[in-house]
């Protein structure tokens, strides 16, 4: 059966228009859109209380979000060890705040950086690690504070997809000396665009606050080189309608990918993760060979299904950015890994079809 209207990777997670409405009336009525306004303050608050963290930062996006935090280290010049197994802006990041990335290849298994491989990479040029909590799975924070510590090394965590999760009874955010977030559309909780910084410490908080607004200081002296990062009311108004309801969505992905899970069995390979450290913000699924993945491609296409190649290629192949770094597992995994349909709003019945479509092309 082909599906009447496109069934896109993801949509949107929307609260009712009528809570958003109210939510903007409050904008409305105070005439004020931006420049750390009430709305942003008070997602701020509601964030740090909803995730027991200290209160974050709200930004434009999640990539202005991963700028902030380098800037944020105050580091020296050189080189941040990073990830290829990630959407660009990771990399993007580091190289626009003029750092080398050096690659570290990634765990076949979690698809986060291999923690056993980051010791052999670091040089005199190492300032810092940048680590992804790839489709909200943790990376192996405690190994990682380990080498943080060992060689004075800060860690930043590109926590873009892993909105809600918790480590060791801590938020995600809180784990690494500065973390990030993205409240893209696509994200588990969006703001349609935003971002937020999660800082480890009242004095980089400071720091942060001012680097995101043009440079300037609590009394308004220019104390250095800043930019432009701040969230707008609007988005604010939507982050506000929209986090009452994060737990329910949660739930709902959860139910998805487990049905996903049951008919796709033995077929297809999963990403290894504990299900309480999740927020099943994608359903990624591993295939035996690219030729498989572009089979099933094909035929969930034919049948108006649009599941997307996250992520493909490895960073370490786009050699205009990131030449001679070959990342062979990174590489390996890229080329047969598929994320499928998963939102709050797919029905079950959409799941089981899509499953179904999938094995029919494996068979
Ligand atoms: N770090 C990591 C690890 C990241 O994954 C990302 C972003 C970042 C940092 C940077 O955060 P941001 O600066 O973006 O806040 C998407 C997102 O744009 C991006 O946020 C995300 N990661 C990346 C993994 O995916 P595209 O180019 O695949 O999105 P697009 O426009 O093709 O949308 C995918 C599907 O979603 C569409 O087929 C339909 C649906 N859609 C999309 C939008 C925007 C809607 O239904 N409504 C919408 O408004 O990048």
Not at 85 to 97: G, K, R, Y
Not at 145 to 157: A, D, F, G, T, V
Not at 274 to 296: C, G, Q, W
């Amino acid at each position: 059966m082909k599906f009447a209207d496109p069934i896109y990777i993801t949509r949107p997670f929307m609260a009712p228009l009528e809570t958003f409405s109210e939510t903007l009336v409050s904008v409305w009525d105070s005439q004020w859109f931006t420049n750390n306004g009430p709305r942003v303050r008070e997602l701020e608050k509601k964030l740090a209380t909803k995730l027991n963290t200290n209160p974050p930062l709200l930004v434009t996006n999640g990539t202005v979000a991963l700028h902030l935090a380098i800037r944020t280290l105050e580091l020296q010049q050189g080189t941040i060890l990073t990830t290829p197994f990630t959407w660009i802006a990771t990399s993007s990041s580091i190289l626009w705040e003029g750092y080398t990335a050096k690659l570290v290849d990634i765990d076949p298994n979690t698809f986060n950086i291999d923690v056993s491989k980051i010791e052999d990479s670091i040089t005199e040029d190492t300032v810092a690690i940048m680590a992804v909590h790839v489709f909200s799975n943790p990376c192996d924070v405690i190994a990682l504070e380990r080498i943080s510590k060992q060689y004075n090394l800060p860690i930043i965590y590109d926590a873009a997809h892993a909105f809600g999760v918790r480590v060791a009874g801590k938020s995600i955010f809180s784990w690494g000396d500065i973390s990030t977030a993205s409240f893209h559309a696509t994200k588990v909780f969006n703001t349609a665009e935003g971002g937020g910084v999660f800082c480890s410490t009242p004095e980089r908080y400071e720091v942060a606050y001012s680097i995101r607004d043009f440079g300037f200081d609590r009394e308004r002296n220019i104390e250095r080189l800043g930019t432009n990062a701040k969230m707008s009311e609007i988005h604010a108004a939507l982050g506000l309608a929209n986090l009452p309801l994060i737990e329910g969505a949660v739930e709902k992905r959860r139910t998805l990918t487990e049905t996903y899970r049951t008919i796709l069995g033995e077929r297809v390979g999963f990403q290894q993760y504990d299900p309480d450290a999740y927020n099943y913000a994608y359903m990624p699924v591993i295939f035996k060979t690219e030729s498989e993945l572009l089979r099933v491609v094909e035929h969930l296409n034919a049948h108006n299904v649009f599941p997307r190649r996250y992520f493909h290629p490895s960073l370490s192949e786009m050699t205009v950015l990131l030449p001679d770094q070959p990342c062979p597992v990174a590489e390996d995994l890229a080329s047969r890994i598929l994320c499928l349909p998963l939102y709050p709003t797919l029905e079950i019945e959409a799941v089981e079809q899509i499953a179904k479509l999938i094995l029919q092309a494996l068979a």
